[in-house]
Nanobody, 119 residues
């Protein structure tokens, strides 16, 4: 069983930056593909970015491409989401999620961290 703990959310002005963290524990860090998702009030959860270990590829949603960057620290078993040029429409609860390599669904989810961008 893998556990995910997000941190780093907060309140920031438009144009500002935040870095979210997702600490992974429970099994080998590279056993899981990782994804970041977000859910704004009254809206469905939406995909932000994912990393696939088997392919070594990263895929970003168009809405964040060029502004958000996913990275990792293998020694700390932690993934990061660097968010730059934030916009009010980026306001949401951000979740990291993990899936077994080769799986389709994300079976493991963190508790979420709130990001609020003021105009």
């Amino acid at each position: 069983q893998v556990q995910l703990v997000e941190s780093g959310g907060g309140l920031v002005q438009a144009g500002g930056s935040l870095r979210l963290s997702c600490a992974v524990s429970g099994r080998t860090f590279s056993s899981y593909d990782i994804g970041w998702f977000r859910q704004a009030p009254g809206k469905e959860r939406e995909f932000v970015v994912r990393f696939n270990w088997n392919e070594g590829t990263t895929y970003y949603a168009d809405s964040v491409k060029g502004r958000f960057t996913i990275s990792r620290d293998n020694y700390k078993n932690t993934w990061y989401l660097q968010m730059n040029s934030l916009k009010p429409e980026d306001t949401a609860v951000y979740y990291c999620a993990a899936r077994n390599r080769g799986a389709y669904e994300y079976a493991y989810w963190g508790q979420g961290t709130q990001v609020t961008v003021s105009s």
